[in-house]
Nanobody, 119 residues
Framework: QVQLVESGGGLVHPGGSLRLSCAAS????????MGWYRQAGGKQRELVAH????????TYASSVKGRFTISRDNGKNTVYLQMNSLKPEDTAVYYC????????????WGQGIQVTVSS
């Protein structure tokens, strides 16, 4: 049984930073691509960042490129999302996803974690 547990969310002022973590258990995430998605109120869930398995190549939504960085620590079965220069429009519930591609999410999701950017 695969479980994904996110942590690190919260309230931050505009321009601030947060680092989200997603710990995977029940599966070696080193053999699966991983992604971070977000869903703001009344909007569809969207891909924020994706990291592959081979070579660790990364992809970002245009709205976060240059501000967010996705990385992974295969020894800890953990994927991270470093978020800098946060804006109010980054406010959303952020979800970790295992096994998807840049075009479609995988089957496994974390429970989601709230990120609120507000002054």
């Amino acid at each position: 049984q695969v479980q994904l547990v996110e942590s690190g969310g919260g309230l931050v002022h505009p321009g601030g930073s947060l680092r989200l973590s997603c710990a995977a258990s029940g599966s070696r995430n080193s053999i699966y691509p991983m992604g971070w998605y977000r869903q703001a109120g009344g909007k569809q869930r969207e891909l924020v960042a994706h990291i592959s398995t081979i070579g660790g190549s990364t992809t970002y939504a245009s709205s976060v490129k240059g501000r967010f960085t996705i990385s992974r620590d295969n020894g800890k079965n953990t994927v991270y999302l470093q978020m800098n220069s946060l804006k109010p429009e980054d406010t959303a519930v952020y979800y970790c996803n295992l096994g998807g591609t840049m075009l479609a999410p995988g089957y496994y999701w974390g429970q989601g974690i709230q990120v609120t950017v507000s002054s």
